[in-house]
Nanobody, 132 residues
Framework: QVRLVESGGGKVQAGESLRLSCEIS????????IEWYRQAPGKERAEGEA???????????WYAAPVLYRFHISRDKAKNMVYLQMNNLKPEDTATYYC??????????????????????WGQGTLVTVSS
């Protein structure tokens, strides 16, 4: 059974760092894309944004512009975990962060991929709050 469980959220001050973890079961980090997606407070999940992704079929990880050079996604094959290192956090980074997979070999790079609607799996989310 495919399952993703996030952890590591919390409350921090602007400029600080956090590392989110995504524990994967039912598949490995080498099988499918793993993406971090965030939902801002007061918005529907569908109004959120993909911010980082790693996939075995891509040469490099992908990052959305708002987090480029501040966030870093990595995979630990031995532990079957994916991490999101978030540095220099800003109040606008406040959101619930989800780990998800389309069960695809490549990342969507922020593009809407309706073909994967039935295969996409989500974690339960972890809340990150950044105060100024």
């Amino acid at each position: 059974q495919v399952r993703l469980v996030e952890s590591g959220g919390g409350k921090v001050q602007a400029g600080e760092s956090l590392r989110l973890s995504c524990e994967i079961s039912g598949f490995t980090t080498e099988d499918y894309n793993i993406e971090w997606y965030r939902q801002a407070p007061g918005k529907e999940r569908a109004e959120g944004e993909a911010i980082a992704c790693t996939a075995i079929g891509d040469d490099d990880p992908w990052y959305a512009a708002p987090v480029l050079y501040r966030f870093h996604i990595s995979r630990d094959k031995a532990k079957n975990m994916v991490y999101l290192q978030m540095n220099n956090l800003k109040p606008e980074d406040t959101a619930t962060y989800y780990c998800r997979t389309d069960r695809a070999r490549t990342c969507g790079k922020g593009q809407f991929r309706p073909a994967y609607a039935t295969t996409r799996k989500w974690g339960q989310g972890t809340l990150v709050t950044v105060s100024s």
